[in-house]
């Protein structure tokens, strides 16, 4: 299987249309704001985008409940991963841990972390060189809060 990891400009629809529902209402109304300050990255395979994900250097709408949490990484260098997704019929490939080597080694200085719903995946963000931070309560729900730091 051959894949191509590359940063996704001309057409984001292309990869957006692949997110769940509730996660287009919280992209795509405000992609245009965020030119200059989020890319799209994207594993391919024969053409077809199999994983990717959205990398934000600034403040998000995902992350605006925890803005005090993201002016904290932001100011520290630190960018945001965000919307990471793997087509259905290819989870359980490595894709999501492809996808994350691949970004790592196309930004091998700086910083990430990020936030999560479901606690179950910490298992596989930890895998991936990740630290779990802390955990923030929002309403009624619950995030983790994990950084991966390059060396």
Do not use: C
């Amino acid at each position: 299987m051959e894949l191509l990891f590359k940063q996704h400009i001309k057409d984001p629809q292309l990869f957006f249309k692949l997110l769940p529902k509730s996660w287009q209402n919280g992209i795509v109304p405000y992609w245009q704001t965020y030119t200059g300050k989020a890319e799209i990255y994207t594993l391919e395979e024969n053409g077809s985008i199999v994983a990717g994900g959205v990398i934000f250097k600034g403040l998000s709408e995902d992350v605006k409940d925890f803005q005090d949490e993201a002016k904290h990484w932001f100011d520290r260098g630190y960018f945001y991963i965000g919307y990471v997704w793997v087509v259905k019929s290819k989870r359980g490939q490595n894709l999501g841990s492809q996808w994350i080597k691949e970004l790592l080694k196309y930004h091998p200085h700086t910083n990430f972390w990020l936030t999560i719903e479901e606690e179950k995946l910490k298992t596989f963000y930890l895998k991936n060189g990740f630290r779990l931070i802390k955990k923030l309560q929002k309403a009624n729900a619950i995030e983790w809060v994990l950084v991966y730091e390059n060396k």
